[in-house]
């Protein structure tokens, strides 16, 4: 049986909380060592600020950053691969700028990274590398950056909330930043819930941190559409943990098809 936490903010700082969920599921002890070669991957999916629910609030992948440095592993980078229809275009990286580190700036992310001394990768302009899926549904194969698989750890940071096309986006769905830009289409292409679970099974997440602090509703990216629900909710199992936060958003598990495929 999975344990998945839910710690409540109740007034303590994010830090604190963040601690609580991830011991309460486990602890990252046995999962990082010291051989590890750790990837935080927070969702960072277009430049938006923290707080917005549409990408991972700073605070919490600080607070994981802190907690995996202290179990001294070989290596950490924070690592994400911002939207295909975003970070996307004809121009030149020089012309239109390297778009995923506007959202590592714009997040406070890549201050985090350098307060801790930590390495940040753009993972869509990452060396790719493909990698065959076991059991596939949809598709055989992807290319992969290579950070990604050269990590033996992976955090999966999400934030919470909601997606127009897969009703939820949490640790399963995040996952997309890893692969390259267009290999981001290829997954709406051949069936968005089947390629997100095909990759899951191919690149596997160690721990899930879930920042449920504000969560962006309706798959808008602008707005008002906020729930303040104040919370992390932590777990080993990526499908136990989307499990509980699409119960905790009110919708049935038994309804999500990233949920019932995986």
């Not at 076991?134 to 992969?144: A, Q």
Request: hydrophobic share 45%; glycine share 8%; proline share 3%.
């Amino acid at each position: 049986m999975s344990s998945v936490s839910i710690v409540k903010k109740n007034g303590k700082e994010v830090h604190d909380i963040v601690r609580e969920a991830i011991d309460l599921a486990g602890g990252f002890r046995g999962i990082v060592r010291q051989e590890s070669k750790v990837l935080i991957k927070p969702n960072l999916v277009f430049p938006r600020p923290s707080g917005s629910g549409v990408v991972t609030d700073c605070r919490v992948t600080e607070a994981v950053a802190k907690l995996v440095l202290e179990l001294n592993p070989a290596s950490v980078v924070i690592g994400e691969g911002s939207s295909y229809g975003y970070d996307f275009g004809r121009a030149s990286d020089t012309q239109r700028g390297l778009r995923t580190m506007d959202a590592f700036r714009a997040s406070g992310t890549l201050d985090v990274a350098e307060k801790l001394g930590i390495d940040v990768g753009d993972l869509n302009r990452d060396i790719p590398v493909e990698v065959k899926v076991p059991k596939s549904l949809v598709v055989d194969s992807f290319k992969v950056a290579k950070t990604v698989v050269n990590s033996n750890v992976i955090v999966n940071v999400p934030v919470m909330k909601t997606h127009f096309r897969t009703i939820i986006s949490v640790s399963y769905k995040n996952m997309k930043g890893v692969l390259p830009l267009a290999e981001k289409k290829k997954t709406h292409m051949l069936g968005l819930s089947h390629a997100i679970v095909d990759l899951n099974r191919t690149i596997k997440s160690s721990f899930i941190v879930v920042d449920a602090l504000t969560c962006r509703l309706n798959g808008a990216t602008s707005g008002d559409n906020l729930a303040s629900m104040d919370m992390i909710v932590a777990g080993r199992d990526g499908v136990a943990v989307d499990a509980v936060c699409a119960g905790i958003m009110g919708f049935d598990p038994a309804k999500i098809r990233t949920i019932t495929l995986a």
